[in-house]
Nanobody
Framework: QVQLVESGGDSVQAGGSLRLSCAAS?????MAWFRQAPGKEREGVAY????????DYADSVKGRFTISRDTAKKMLYLQMDSLKPEDTAMYYC??????????????????WGQGTQVTVSS
């Protein structure tokens, strides 16, 4: 079992920045950030291979969001810059037991945090 605890969500103005953190009780090889807005499906935002540091992003956040990790501290981060109102959502940290075939598929992840709310106003 892996416990994931997110923090860092807040309300900000458009153009602002936030840094989300996720503390993991155990190290996992693949981790990601997802988000879900009211009435919408859960969306993969960013992905990282914990050993290699390889990353991938949703097109909607490329160039604005940066995923990173601290393997020694078992921490995952999401730096979000140039925030837009459409980034408003509950953000979740997720961990997979292996390497996902499609990292954007939420079904590939076995462990989830409780979420942290990000609200961006115009």
């Amino acid at each position: 079992q892996v416990q994931l605890v997110e923090s860092g969500g807040d309300s900000v103005q458009a153009g602002g920045s936030l840094r989300l953190s996720c503390a993991a009780s155990k190290y996992r090889s693949s981790m990601a950030w997802f988000r879900q807005a009211p009435g919408k499906e859960r969306e993969g935002v960013a992905y990282i291979r914990m050993l290699t540091g390889n990353t991938d992003y949703a097109d909607s956040v490329k160039g604005r969001f940066t995923i990173s990790r601290d393997t020694a501290k078992k921490m995952l981060y999401l730096q979000m810059d140039s925030l837009k109102p459409e980034d408003t959502a509950m953000y979740y940290c997720a961990a997979a037991t292996g390497v996902p075939e499609s990292w954007r598929n939420a079904d590939e992840y076995l462990f989830w945090g409780q979420g942290t709310q990000v609200t961006v106003s115009s």
